[in-house]
């Protein structure tokens, strides 16, 4: 064999070993994008995981929720607020003889009777004035308080009322009895322990029976006839602005003509010298369409 036979063969041996091992490397390196390529979702699902973990881990053994504040007692109205809603609707255009905001020389012979004698009639009601303006809801101290806005506008000199604070110190005694008798009770020896859950038992059963009673009466409102009487009558009575006189069939016929929506949607809202609601804001809509179905109905409608 010759020289060059024997070189060959060396170095076809070498390159073997070289092929070999960068094959192996190759294959190996291939092998490892494939694994990773089959579970790349893998590694990004851990720590979601995780973090769920140490959120569950830290989460606070209880939760403390705050009850809503309670409203507190009834807040009076001021005078200037209680005319734009309610008194406006007559002594803005002097109907049935009321004396116009601001006519000085209208009011001068109503002031000359004294503060008294106006605050009585406003709260009581005098001739085409019903009582408290057709809103039985106002407190004494609320239309009080409308009068001497009023009057002071027409050139009185009246002292305002403070708000009355009469509800809120008569329901505090009340509200504060349950307290009262519970800590009587527990200072009471440890044989007594019968009659304590005895008196407690008895405080929270008035407690349920009062609330009961006087669910029904807040979700019912007044009804037809009671708004009719203290807001309506005003004019409906008299057929004061061509309002349709409460029971003339004749007037309501074509009132009725135009459908139950119509007029509720009128009363609600106001039409021509009708004020919405009749002039007082805090009749319900449900109330409005009440007084609407009781006056219709005395008139012929079958609503």
Not at 36 to 61: H, R
Not at 263 to 280: D, E, F, Q
Request: include cysteine; hydrophobic fraction near 45%.
């Amino acid at each position: 064999m010759s020289s060059q036979d024997n070189g060959y063969k060396s170095s076809t041996i070498w390159q073997l070993l070289l092929v070999i091992p960068g094959t192996i490397l190759v294959l190996t390196l291939l092998i490892s994008l494939l694994a990773k390529s089959f579970s790349g979702a893998a590694p990004e699902t851990a720590p979601a995981a995780e973090v769920a973990k140490v959120e569950e881990n830290i989460k606070p053994v209880a939760e403390v929720e705050m009850a809503a504040a309670d409203a507190g007692p009834h807040v009076d109205k001021s005078g200037e607020e209680v005319v734009t809603a309610v008194c406006s609707m007559c002594h803005t255009a002097g109907l049935m003889n009321a004396p116009k905001i601001g006519d000085k020389a209208a009011w001068a012979p109503r002031i000359a009777q004294g503060y008294d004698t106006l605050v009585k009639n406003a709260i009581n009601g005098i001739r085409g004035m019903p009582a408290k303006g057709g809103n039985a809801a106002l407190s004494d101290n609320e239309v009080t308080n409308a009068m001497v806005h009023m009057a002071n506008l027409g050139g009185a000199n009246f002292k305002a009322v403070a708000a009355s604070e009469a509800k809120a110190a008569d329901a505090a005694p009340a509200e504060a009895a349950p307290a009262a008798v519970a800590v009587a009770v527990a200072a009471a020896p440890s044989e007594k322990t019968v009659a304590k859950e005895k008196v407690e038992a008895k405080v929270e059963k008035a407690a349920e029976v009062k609330a009961a009673e006087a669910a029904p009466a807040a979700a019912a409102g007044k009804s037809g006839k009671e708004v009719y009487t203290a807001t309506c009558s005003m004019c409906h009575g008299t057929g004061l602005m061509n309002a349709p006189k409460f029971g003339d069939k004749g007037q309501w016929e074509p009132r009725i003509a135009q459908g139950y929506d119509t007029l509720v949607k009128n009363a609600t809202n106001g039409i021509r010298t009708m004020p919405a609601k009749g002039g007082n804001a805090s009749l319900s809509d449900a109330e409005v369409a009440d007084a609407v179905k009781y006056m219709a109905n005395e008139a012929g409608a079958g609503f």
